[in-house]
């Protein structure tokens, strides 16, 4: 009957979406709106970035956003923090126990050291990124480490870091409220060479109240 | 009468001061430097320059060249940009320089990687074993929230403004401040995810020697860490020297180390095959 994505989500549904697998998707987020990402089949890897609306040179920056909470995984709570040290957005809500903002996105240029140089011509988030941003003016210059929604990177004590089997599972979801006026750019993660897709890439719902 | 009050009293004024030596400066031509860098000789050297507490520097340096960082008294913050000064849109990714070689943490025989898949510079030598890939630049509002101010203008600049001002004048802007990584100031990630700062002060004349393997536009500032904690702008200067070396040879153990730091170099060997 109802349907479990649009439970608890504050104020009016504006936007409604399926994104599918291995595709770009932007969307203009007015302050106080929340954006809830669905993990549709479970273990997607969403990677995220925001840009503020009225200056493009502002943008999430993981860097400053680590440093002000003090821990490298994304959890409910968490403040987005622009380059500029400014809130760009909280995650008021995750079932999922935690997301990355270290690992940043594949290309098809990491591919080649990661993998291999036959994975050259694969699909990857930096080519989603670069379309997705082609179309507002932006270019190679607004690449910047960004968020891994449902994605999974573990730090050891010496160090030892990577990409490790998820830890969301079907339906599972973020809520995103803007603290001003950004443009989400997403890249529904087609790397098939790690666990960050389950070794699946698949659909993830965008869903904007408020 | 004033001895600047017409322009012959002026010039021989403004030519009096020339020579001036200050603890932080650019040495011209480097090779002058009274404390060349051990074996290297002085047609070799290439840059040697004291960056000031708030200060920053700039250089485009040569596929080869030799970087060395030195945390002279032991309590700098030598915040890193780095970009193919050919083409520089493509840039440091501290992203990439970490997932690719599977570690968090930067040292002797580690690479720093570009988001084209290529090695920017080679982890020679590292003395020093307290860096932060993880935390970036300090910017204007951290700044002004401890210490009252951060402004350029200020006693308080803060790195992410520094990188501002040596980036305009390469021609390059706000869009090209990208995630940086800090050298001499650590940060260890604990179990729980937490970032745990060593924040020194450390014994003086620590170093780190980099080794540019592509023609690079290398900018530093040295600011206090955006963690450092004390009440107090507390930063001291960095001494930056570089010189001529050969290129990596096919043989060169760091080239070898790991599959995928060797295909970060073949990539970069391929950039220069024209």
Known sequence: MSDPALQNLPGEVRHDEMVAARAPWDHVLRKGQTLRIVDVEGNQAVDFLLYALADDAERYSAQDTIAAQGNIFLKTGSMLLSNEGRPMATVTATNVAYHDTIGGACSCESNTLRYGHHTKSQHACVENFLQANARHGRGKRDMVSNINWFMNVPVEADGTLGIVDGISSPGLYVDLRAEMDVVVVVSNCPQINNPCNGFNPTPVRMIVAG | ?274
């Open chain 2, 1 to 274: 009468m004033s001895s600047t009050a017409d322009p012959y009293a002026a010039q021989a004024h403004a030519r009096a001061q020339g020579g001036t030596r200050v603890e932080s400066m650019p040495t011209l031509p480097p090779g002058d430097v009274a404390d060349l860098p051990p074996g290297v000789a002085a047609d070799q050297m290439l840059w040697a320059e004291t960056i000031a507490p708030g200060g920053y520097g700039a250089k485009q340096l040569g596929r080869g060249a030799r970087l060395r960082l030195t945390d002279i008294a032991g309590d700098a913050c030598a915040s890193m940009l780095a970009f193919n000064a050919e083409r520089p849109a493509e840039r440091l990714n501290v992203a990439d320089t970490l997932k690719v070689q599977w570690n968090a943490y930067l040292g002797a025989g580690k690479l720093i990687l570009s988001d084209m898949g290529r090695v920017l510079f080679t982890i020679l030598e590292d003395d020093a074993g307290t860096h932060d890939a993880f935390c970036g630049a300090s910017n204007a509002a951290a700044n002004a929230r401890r210490y009252g101010d951060g402004d350029n203008w200020g006693a308080h600049p803060n790195a992410r403004d520094r990188f501002m001002l040596a980036l305009a004048k390469f021609g390059l802007a706000r869009k090209d401040i990208h995630p940086c990584l800090n050298w001499f100031k650590g940060v260890r990630i604990a179990e729980d995810g937490a970032t745990v700062l060593q924040a020194g002060p450390f014994a003086g004349g620590r170093h780190v020697t980099l080794r540019a393997e592509m023609d690079l536009i290398v900018v530093l500032a040295n600011c206090p860490h955006v963690l450092d904690a004390r009440p107090a702008y507390t930063v001291m200067p960095l001494r930056v020297d570089a010189w001529r070396g050969p290129l990596t040879p096919v043989d060169d153990p760091i080239r070898n180390a790991t599959p995928e730091g060797l295909r970060a170099f073949l990539n970069v060997e391929d950039l220069y095959r024209r």
